[in-house]
């Protein structure tokens, strides 16, 4: 994995670090508590365990600073640049500086501290910039969402200068409890008769003879995925599997996505712009048709012609009695359609057109 | 500057500042018998590379949209 010039890493694996001053945007703990997050980002994935220090300058140094402030990196206040960081080393090594006129937030507004601090924090272990848009080391400020998970490019190139963690995250009840009443779900799909349950980088398998569910890492298994899907299908016909995230489909066979993927959903499916993300998917087996969700509305797509039906989008509502609420996932299982929304599921019969039963979701996994 | 597209001179400043900024254009320039416009087309290319777009040694449109974007203020290339 690429790294920077000359692969500068620490040496030692307990470093200290030290916030000099603080921004008048955010109070001290809040500061503090992006900090020390950001820090547990890089800690959670290798062997390295940070300690703040007070009474000294720790290696690592934060702090605040206006325009030219000695390094050859001047801020300007405007939003071009607003922070960077030292490889690591001494004196100035590893140190991270920000930006004292920008806004700093702990909220999804630009810029936010701790997505920041964690991105300035794998320069200053020894990371370059990452040409992977959904990595934290991608060089662009790209943060959306509260939900931060640490991407696979960045955790494969920490773990290339340190080591895997010797306490790697233990996929317990703590990480994910499928027997957690309110669970939700991102995306659910069937694959070759499964079931399967996507939550944020887990993913929970219901096999038919097994008598509790499987919960794996998403990236482990499908590497080149996002994670954190909006939606995902199964074309049970060609085998594959097509997962979405925003205005992107990723085709996947197996392990592997195929050639020319990601494509916009746009392109790929004949989707009109506005359209910029799917709420949830089904491809009916008998038919070949695709169903795609989108707040109250639904398009049909053809995976035959590879088309668009005429005459979509239609009203969820009036094609599908009963289904009144936004879809979060769709599955088919035998003549049936099961809807989700939030934690509960509405069985749609596809014959009879109406729903004859609905449950918690987590009757999936015999708890 | 034939690599500039639309010539114009706020478009030239941007790319100049990103690229001496970020991809070590000016030490690049120091070097003798240096063909100015083809160190400045293959740092477009190393940034279009990086940022995933289409690489064309060119400061189309989309790279300029990735140049005025917040960013990092660590070079991409290592000094």
Same mark, same amino acid.
């Given at each position: 994995?690429?790294?920077?010039?000359?692969?500068?890493?620490?040496?030692?694996?307990?470093?200290?670090?030290?916030?000099?001053?603080?921004?008048?945007?955010?109070?001290?703990?809040?500061?503090?508590?992006?900090?020390?997050?950001?820090?547990?980002?890089?800690?959670?994935?290798?062997?390295?365990?940070?300690?703040?220090?007070?009474?000294?300058?720790?290696?690592?140094?934060?702090?605040?600073?206006?325009?030219?402030?000695?390094?050859?990196?001047?801020?300007?206040?405007?939003?071009?640049?607003?922070?960077?960081?030292?490889?690591?080393?001494?004196?100035?090594?590893?140190?991270?500086?920000?930006?004292?006129?920008?806004?700093?937030?702990?909220?999804?507004?630009?810029?936010?501290?701790?997505?920041?601090?964690?991105?300035?924090?794998?320069?200053?272990?020894?990371?370059?910039?990452?040409?992977?848009?959904?990595?934290?080391?991608?060089?662009?400020?790209?943060?959306?969402?509260?939900?931060?998970?640490?991407?696979?490019?960045?955790?494969?190139?920490?773990?290339?200068?340190?080591?895997?963690?010797?306490?790697?995250?233990?996929?317990?009840?703590?990480?994910?409890?499928?027997?957690?009443?309110?669970?939700?779900?991102?995306?659910?799909?069937?694959?070759?008769?499964?079931?399967?349950?996507?939550?944020?980088?887990?993913?929970?398998?219901?096999?038919?003879?097994?008598?509790?569910?499987?919960?794996?890492?998403?990236?482990?298994?499908?590497?080149?995925?996002?994670?954190?899907?909006?939606?995902?299908?199964?074309?049970?016909?060609?085998?594959?599997?097509?997962?979405?995230?925003?205005?992107?489909?990723?085709?996947?066979?197996?392990?592997?996505?195929?050639?020319?993927?990601?494509?916009?959903?746009?392109?790929?499916?004949?989707?009109?712009?506005?359209?910029?993300?799917?709420?949830?998917?089904?491809?009916?087996?008998?038919?070949?048709?695709?169903?795609?969700?989108?707040?109250?509305?639904?398009?049909?797509?053809?995976?035959?012609?590879?088309?668009?039906?005429?005459?979509?989008?239609?009203?969820?509502?009036?094609?599908?009695?009963?289904?009144?609420?936004?879809?979060?996932?769709?599955?088919?299982?035998?003549?049936?359609?099961?809807?989700?929304?939030?934690?509960?599921?509405?069985?749609?019969?596809?014959?009879?057109?109406?729903?004859?039963?609905?449950?918690?979701?987590?009757?999936?996994?015999?708890? | 500057?034939?690599?500039?597209?639309?010539?114009? /001179?706020?478009?030239?400043?941007?790319?100049? =500042?990103?690229?001496? @900024?970020?991809?070590?254009?000016?030490?690049?320039?120091?070097? *003798?018998?240096?063909?100015?416009?083809?160190?400045?087309?293959?740092?477009?290319? /190393?940034?279009?590379?990086?940022?995933?777009? =289409?690489?064309?040694? @060119?400061?189309?449109?989309?790279?300029?949209?990735?140049?005025? *974007?917040?960013?990092?203020?660590?070079?991409?290339?290592?000094?």
């Amino acid at each position: 994995y690429a790294i920077t010039h000359n692969n500068p890493r620490w040496t030692k694996t307990h470093l200290t670090y030290s916030i000099l001053n603080y921004t008048p945007y955010l109070s001290k703990a809040v500061v503090e508590d992006a900090i020390a997050r950001a820090f547990r980002v890089w800690s959670d994935v290798t062997p390295l365990t940070f300690q703040r220090v007070f009474e000294e300058e720790g290696d690592i140094v934060l702090s605040f600073h206006r325009g030219d402030h000695g390094d050859l990196y001047t801020f300007d206040g405007s939003k071009y640049h607003f922070a960077h960081a030292f490889l690591p080393g001494l004196g100035l090594g590893g140190n991270v500086h920000y930006d004292l006129d920008q806004k700093w937030t702990d909220n999804n507004e630009d810029f936010n501290l701790f997505y920041v601090t964690a991105h300035e924090l794998g320069h200053s272990l020894g990371l370059s910039h990452s040409n992977d848009e959904e990595a934290l080391m991608f060089p662009s400020y790209t943060w959306s969402n509260k939900d931060f998970v640490l991407n696979q490019d960045d955790i494969n190139r920490i773990q290339a200068l340190y080591g895997p963690s010797p306490n790697p995250i233990q996929l317990t009840d703590a990480t994910l409890d499928p027997c957690n009443s309110g669970l939700t779900f991102d995306a659910i799909i069937t694959y070759r008769g499964e079931v399967i349950f996507f939550k944020d980088r887990f993913y929970i398998r219901v096999i038919s003879f097994l008598p509790e569910p499987l919960i794996d890492v998403i990236d482990l298994t499908w590497p080149n995925l996002p994670g954190k899907f909006d939606a995902a299908y199964e074309v049970s016909g060609v085998d594959e599997l097509r997962f979405f995230k925003g205005s992107k489909v990723w085709a996947v066979q197996e392990q592997n996505v195929l050639e020319g993927f990601p494509m916009d959903i746009q392109s790929f499916f004949g989707f009109p712009s506005n359209v910029t993300n799917i709420d949830a998917a089904v491809c009916e087996e008998e038919t070949g048709k695709t169903y795609f969700f989108v707040d109250h509305m639904y398009w049909r797509y053809d995976e035959n012609t590879r088309s668009m039906d005429p005459g979509y989008p239609r009203l969820i509502a009036e094609d599908f009695p009963g289904i009144d609420y936004k879809v979060d996932d769709v599955i088919q299982k035998e003549d049936n359609f099961y809807f989700f929304h939030q934690s509960i599921q509405y069985r749609f019969n596809l014959k009879t057109r109406r729903i004859d039963d609905s449950s918690d979701i987590n009757t999936w996994f015999n708890c | 500057f034939p690599v500039i597209q639309d010539g114009l /001179q706020k478009n030239v400043k941007t790319v100049w =500042k990103y690229l001496e @900024n970020y991809y070590n254009l000016g030490k690049n320039m120091q070097a *003798k018998n240096v063909n100015g416009k083809e160190v400045m087309a293959e740092k477009l290319r /190393q940034m279009q590379q990086l940022f995933g777009l =289409k690489v064309t040694g @060119n400061s189309d449109p989309e790279t300029l949209r990735a140049m005025k *974007k917040p960013r990092c203020g660590v070079p991409d290339v290592a000094p």
